[in-house]
């Protein structure tokens, strides 16, 4: 019994010891303000709040002590904000942490490391030039994580869409961000159709009837209530036609490719529509239509 209760106390331990905050949104480039006014965002995905004393958040040189903020613990669900050099970054939102140190626009890898020294997450890890996502002069959009739980990958990071913004800079303009609050790449992961689109392969020749296969998922909605447009292109997604609309979800429709073109050009489109007017897409590899004559 006492070895059943031991392993049940080891196993409780390691799940905790597993739920870590994850590097949730970069301001790598500033703001409209000044460039100079960076900010990074944390977010705790877990159900139970993180004490952050002991961690530490490093970037080229710079080691950031994140035991050294105003207030060390995340909530469960919740945001931990680090505002450069002074707490005007985000004029209207109190950051959890001043610090020093350059996000550079050429772009560099971020690491979160555990009171251990470990590294639990990291941000724009393998980004060979530059950052994953956000935006320099002009837009200063942010680099947002799509998936709070999905790792440190060039499909798990998008621009700030411009629409959901948060805060303020120091001259009171609007953030093309979401400080301390849900990123607009995951508001849109948490409700745009999903869609994947089976065939043809990548080269596959395509000839006479052709039956397109596609899956479409709606994360907040119901799979059956999706309307699904199909489209062709045979310049490689330039210009597309319409192959048919307002479709069932069913997986399936015979495309009668007889009387195109043939050509080594061509891909498929597929959208699936929500009852709320929300449309997500998904495109083909590139294949070639040939029919005799």
């Known amino acids: 019994v006492l070895g059943i209760w031991l392993l049940v106390v080891f196993l409780i331990g390691a799940i905790a010891w597993g739920q870590h905050p994850v590097i949730n949104e970069l301001a790598w480039a500033g703001t409209e ?3 100079s006014d960076e900010w990074i965002e944390l977010y705790n ?3 139970s709040p993180i004490d952050l004393t002991g961690w530490t958040l490093t970037f080229g040189k ?3 002590d994140l035991g050294s903020g105003t207030n060390t613990v995340i909530p ?3 945001y931990f904000l680090l505002e450069r050099s002074d707490d005007n970054t985000i004029s209207d939102i109190a950051a959890d942490l001043i610090y020093t140190g350059s996000l550079s626009n050429s772009g560099t890898v971020i690491e979160l490391h555990n009171p251990a020294g470990e590294i639990v997450d990291t941000a724009n890890s393998g980004c060979e030039d530059g950052w994953y996502a956000g935006a320099a002069a002009g837009s200063y959009s942010t680099m947002e994580r799509v998936d709070p739980l999905g790792p440190d990958a060039p499909a798990n990071w998008r621009t700030n869409d411009g629409v959901h913004r948060v805060g303020l800079d120091a001259d009171g303009n609007p953030i093309n961000g979401t400080p301390k609050a849900k990123n607009s ?3 849109a992961y948490e409700t745009i159709p999903r869609v994947e689109v ?3 392969e990548q080269g596959e020749v395509v000839s006479g009837v052709y ?3 596609w899956t479409a998922h709606d994360p907040d909605g119901d799979d059956t209530a999706l309307k699904i447009d199909l489209y062709y292109s045979s310049d490689n997604g330039e210009n597309w036609t319409l192959i048919a609309s307002g479709l069932a979800n069913s997986g399936s429709y015979p495309w009668d490719t007889t009387g195109l073109e043939s050509g080594d050009r ?3 489109k597929v959208v699936a529509t929500d009852p709320d007017a929300l449309a997500g897409e998904g495109i083909s590899s590139s294949f070639t239509v040939s029919n005799p004559g």
């Open 33 to 35: 303000a000044s460039p």
């Open 185 to 187: 790449a995951t508001i």
């Open 62 to 64: 710079t080691v950031i």
């Open 76 to 78: 469960a669900g919740g």
């Open 266 to 268: 061509y891909v498929l």
């Open 198 to 200: 089976a065939g043809p």
């Open 45 to 47: 995905p877990s159900d």
């Open 211 to 213: 039956l397109v296969g």
